[in-house]
């Protein structure tokens, strides 16, 4: 019986230490978009920026296959979002990201074969398309960010900078 016992104790704390501590963005990827005037640095407001195909068809994300997120629903954009308090120094969600618009994809999604779309609610900025680029995503917590950081270099894990013009 003690040597059953003892067994089991070394094979659960080698199970336990055996464990490969890993982090809560792994096999996550991020669009990062900032949409900004000519000339100025904020990010605007009130933007809807949605996944489209080259028909500028919303894509769906049928069974999770783009995203670990909204499944079978269109991908859209959100807003990166103050989560500090009042009187605390600015801190973002996705603190990387500062002010900007994110959306969360598979380390496998096919960047090159999508369009971001984007649309302005309030009607003062010209409607655009812009397709993507491997280089777009924010690869998170993974050995594909060390080589992508190969792959593209300095271009990799930064913003889609988009240029709106006005109506």
């Not at 195909?53 to 859209?76: D, M, P, R, T």
């Not at 491997?134 to 594909?144: G, H, K, P, T, V």
Request: glycine share 4%.
């Amino acid at each position: 019986m003690k040597t059953k016992l003892s067994f089991f104790f070394l094979l659960f704390t080698l199970f336990s230490f055996g464990q490969v501590p890993h982090c809560g963005f792994d096999f996550t990827s991020y669009l990062v978009v900032k949409a900004h005037e000519e000339g100025k640095s904020d990010n605007i407001p009130d933007l809807k920026i949605t996944l489209v195909n080259e028909k500028g068809e919303e894509v769906i994300n049928e069974n999770n296959k783009y995203s670990w997120k909204y499944g079978n629903q269109a991908l859209v954009f959100t807003r990166n979002h103050l989560i500090s308090k009042p009187n605390e120094s600015e801190k973002w969600f996705f603190p990387y990201a500062g002010d900007t618009y994110l959306l969360s994809v598979t380390n496998t999604f096919p960047a090159e074969e999508f369009y971001i779309k984007i649309q302005d609610t309030k009607g003062k900025y010209k409607e655009q398309f812009v397709q993507l680029q491997a280089f777009n995503m924010y690869i998170l917590c993974s050995s594909e960010n060390e080589r992508q950081a190969r792959s593209f270099g300095p271009r990799s894990n930064n913003p889609i900078e988009v240029i709106l013009e006005r109506k």
